[in-house]
């Protein structure tokens, strides 16, 4: 029954709070809180009274939920952070009041569905939910309706689709080989497995599904562009949690299926590499606050990949206490980064509340007096920067201790994981670079406009009380899990490795990594930033345009791809063909599918607009009558000018997934 309203229930408090929201707006936004508060409360008694739950009546299997250490917790980082987003979305959203019933509903729908991901104990009842909150999602993205938020909203809805059809076609490839999907009987897969090779291409194909929601190179091209146009509280929660949805499906897989296999736990290892590296260097460059979050974001679940392929090499080496070093900090680094997050993602909302800003230039100088804000975010910043006796210290600590430990005992990667650390350390660096940069830029440096700083020094009252509550108790934590007496009882909790009880944190080994790691972030301020970024005054843009990965080989590759496969078939003579007859008909459903889609659901967008959306002629617009049918006509032009391109783009790419998904099947009878 906990489980049941942990999960179900507030998908049913969703619907009777949109109901309720249409007349009584005041009681809908109390609604929210409320739900979230409930939440957070069953979630804590779940500490307290785990149990298990199984519906029989979905699917094959039905659907598994279970709890654990790591399970629990993190159902409670969840609610936490729900509650603190809604509390703080009640002043952010008090100047905009449209669509709030369309925000609330799918916010609280997908706070049931995260639960649900996070409470699975099989990877079907995971895909499940993992694609509601896909869906619901999208709609943060695009809640201003603005034709920066289409964009990246659909940037962000055809990843997912992608993401999903590749994570099903792993699915389906992973039960057909060994019949299960429940978690703890993958432990054996490849043991029992006829084709153990077919077992590793579906777990790609899985990481490559989950990797796309949290964010992992190469799928990470939506992160940096939903981020800033979402409201503030969304992105707190698709940073801090919905990005952590995907980690836990590649960990959990990681823990079960591929708990030993090293080549597995190599790619991973790679990825996150790239991840955390890239991300770092996004952040360090961008002039834009959420946009710099946003790639941190990214960073960050680098460097929680790396734990996971660490730990995976390590267990496939024997080394199980290595592997425990190093499944510790990433999943204290999961909830390090997640209330992080909330903290830097808010105060950032605060930012966006008053000025409506988020240019670093614009933004200069306007936090010097609100001593309430800059101690929150100054604490957030310390804690992913990864200073000494804040959170992130103690997680990043050790996560590097893990690849220590991969360097002793894995000798035939000695070089690579060697380099392995140097990413690691250098990332780091930046990370507390771009922290720097944010911090000095926003509550130290003056505006170069004088009547400007003095506009913003004159009023130090910056949000209400319940805002500052909400920041505030998010904050606290970044001190609280900076103790190591806390963070290793919490990681033995999680983990059950009640070897990490003796971990020194502050040792002079373990103290030289993070001090390394703070210096290169000093010297990279220094220069980078403070005489490469910032010239005569002004924040520069200097990442190059053309290195968009999205606008300059995504978007050429696929848009022009899937037209061009039904002709080469066509064009090519029968006794060259090579695909087999059933593969072309794929291929030509694909192409169909992608035609038909193309020129039918333009108008689809149109009805959404003047329903879902809600779009109105705006109050004392001057009225023209040229006539029925060009009024019309002329309102579908201006309706689809910002939406044609990319809907149609997210509609070639659920194509491609489709083709993907026949293929698998298709192996799999085969």
Not at 61 to 68: A, I, K, P, Q
Not at 318 to 323: D, I, K, L, N, Y
Not at 346 to 362: F, P, S, Y
Not at 567 to 573: D, K, L, N, T
Request: proline share 3%; net charge neutral; charged share 15%.
């Amino acid at each position: 029954m906990l489980i049941t309203s942990i999960v179900f229930g507030p998908m049913l408090c969703a619907a009777i709070l949109f109901i309720v929201g249409r007349r009584h707006t005041a009681v809908r936004d109390t609604g929210v809180i409320l739900v979230s508060a409930l939440e957070l409360v069953l979630t804590l008694v779940l500490l307290l009274y785990p149990g298990t739950l199984h519906i029989s009546l979905l699917l094959p299997e039905g659907l598994r939920f279970g709890t654990d250490g790591f399970r629990t917790v993190y159902a409670v980082v969840a609610a936490f952070m729900w509650t603190g987003a809604s509390i703080f979305s009640r002043e952010y959203f008090e100047e905009e009041q449209e669509h709030l019933d369309r925000f609330w509903f799918f916010m609280i729908v997908t706070l049931g569905a995260t639960e649900g991901v996070l409470l699975s104990m099989d990877l079907m009842t995971a895909f499940l939910f993992f694609e509601i909150l896909s869906f619901t999602s999208f709609t943060w993205v695009i809640h201003e309706e603005t034709p920066g938020a289409i964009r990246a909203g659909y940037t962000y809805l055809f990843i997912a689709v992608i993401g999903g059809l590749v994570l099903f076609m792993g699915l389906v490839l992973l039960y057909t080989e060994v019949g299960t999907l429940e978690f703890a009987q993958l432990k054996n897969a490849m043991d029992t497995a006829a084709h153990p090779g077919r077992v590793k291409a579906a777990a790609v194909c899985i990481l490559l599904g989950f990797g796309a929601k949290a964010g992992m190179f190469p799928l990470h091209v939506w992160l940096p562009k939903a981020h800033p146009v979402a409201p503030s509280p969304a992105s707190a929660l698709l940073s801090g949690i919905l990005t952590k949805v995907g980690i836990y499906g590649i960990l959990m897989l990681s823990l079960s299926a591929m708990q030993k296999e090293a080549s597995f736990g190599l790619l991973v290892l790679i990825l996150g590499l790239i991840t955390m590296a890239l991300g770092a260097v996004l952040a360090l460059f961008s002039i834009d606050l959420k946009r710099t979050l946003a790639c941190s974001s990214m960073s960050q679940i680098g460097f929680i990949l790396t734990g996971i392929g660490m730990m995976v090499l390590l267990r496939a080496a024997g080394a199980e206490e290595g592997a425990g070093v190093a499944a510790s900090g990433l999943v204290l680094h999961m909830v390090n980064h997640s209330l992080i997050k909330l903290v830097l993602f808010l105060a950032a909302g605060v930012v966006v509340m008053r000025l409506h800003q988020l240019d670093l230039n614009e933004i200069r100088g306007w936090g010097r007096k609100k001593y309430v804000l800059m101690i929150a975010f100054a604490l957030g910043a310390l804690s992913i920067s990864g200073v000494p006796f804040f959170g992130g210290y103690i997680s990043k600590t050790l996560l590097h201790e893990g690849i220590v430990e991969g360097i002793h005992h894995l000798e035939d990667l000695h070089t690579f994981l060697s380099i392995a650390e140097w990413v690691f350390l250098c990332s780091g660096g930046v990370t507390f670079a771009y922290m720097l940069k944010l911090f000095i830029c926003l509550f130290v440096e003056k505006n170069k406009d004088p009547k400007k700083q003095a506009a913003y020094d004159a009023n130090p009252r910056c949000m209400n009380g319940w805002s500052s509550l909400a920041i505030s108790l998010g904050a606290i934590w970044m001190v609280i899990l900076g103790q190591p007496a806390v963070m290793t009882r919490l990681a033995a909790f999680m983990t059950g490795f009640d070897e990490i009880l003796g971990f020194q944190a502050f040792s002079w080994t373990n103290l030289k990594g993070g001090l390394i790691s703070l210096s290169i972030g000093l010297l990279l301020y220094l220069s980078i930033v403070r005489h490469g970024i910032l010239r005569q005054g002004t924040y520069r843009d200097l990442w190059p345009k053309s290195w968009d990965l999205e606008e300059k080989v995504y978007r050429p590759l696929l848009t022009g791809l899937l037209p061009k496969i039904g002709g080469a078939i066509a064009s090519v003579p029968g006794e060259n063909r090579v695909l087999t007859p059933l593969a072309k008909c794929c291929v030509l459903l694909g192409t169909v599918l992608g035609r038909t889609l193309d020129s039918s659901t333009d108008g689809i967008i149109v009805l959404l607009r003047h329903t879902l959306m809600r779009e109105r002629r705006v109050q004392g617009e001057e009225r023209r009558h040229p006539g029925l049918f060009r009024t019309v006509l002329a309102e579908m032009q201006e309706a689809l000018r910002p939406l044609a391109s990319n809907f149609t783009f997210a509609m070639m790419m659920t194509c491609i997934g489709i083709l993907i998904v026949l293929i698998a099947v298709i192996a799999a009878v085969l």
